[in-house]
C-alpha cells in the first residue's frame, strides 16, 4: 500500500545538478513521512551515492521516491533505474573499496549500509535496477 507523498513521477538523473535535486527530495519526503533525521541522512546519503553511479557509468537514469505501509512499520522506497552498460560481477562491485572508476569505492557498499534493504538486478549491455528501502516502525495505538 502506498501513502500520499510518495513520488510517482520519475525524477531524470544526469547531471551533479539532478544529483543534488533527488537527495533532497529523498530528504524532504523522509521528514514528510516522520524518519528520524539520522535516517533523513542516511537515505540522502544512499540516494546521493547511486544517482553518482548514475551519471558516472551510465550518463542517465531515473530515480522514483515512494513511501510503503505494511501493518507495523513505513518504509521509503528508492528504485534507481538506467540503460547504461550494467554490472558484469555485482558480487565484487558490492565488495567496500571496489572501484572502477578510480573514486573511493563506497558507493554501492556504501549506500547498501546505509539502508535496511537493498537489491541490484543489473544486466552487462542492458542497464541495472537498484531497489532501496528503510524502514520505521509505526508508533502503537493505544487500544480503547
Do not use: C
Amino acid at each position: 500500500m502506498k501513502m500520499t507523498g510518495g513520488e510517482e513521477t520519475p525524477l531524470p538523473v544526469s547531471s551533479d545538478l539532478d544529483i543534488m535535486k533527488a537527495r533532497q527530495k529523498g530528504r524532504d519526503l523522509a521528514a514528510w513521512a516522520d524518519f528520524a533525521r539520522v535516517d533523513q541522512t542516511l537515505i540522502a546519503t544512499a540516494i546521493s551515492e547511486i544517482a553518482r553511479n548514475i551519471v558516472t557509468y551510465a550518463r542517465r537514469g531515473s530515480i522514483v521516491l515512494k513511501i510503503e505501509e505494511e501493518s507495523d512499520r513505513l518504509g521509503l522506497v528508492v528504485i534507481a533505474s538506467d540503460q547504461g552498460p550494467g554490472i558484469p560481477d555485482v558480487a565484487q562491485a558490492l565488495r567496500d573499496h571496489y572501484s572502477t572508476s578510480h573514486g573511493l569505492g563506497m558507493g554501492l557498499p556504501g549506500a547498501r549500509r546505509a539502508m535496511d534493504d537493498f537489491a541490484i538486478e543489473s544486466t552487462p549491455g542492458d542497464g541495472t535496477k537498484i531497489t532501496m528501502k528503510k524502514w520505521r516502525t509505526k508508533p502503537s495505538v493505544p487500544q480503547s
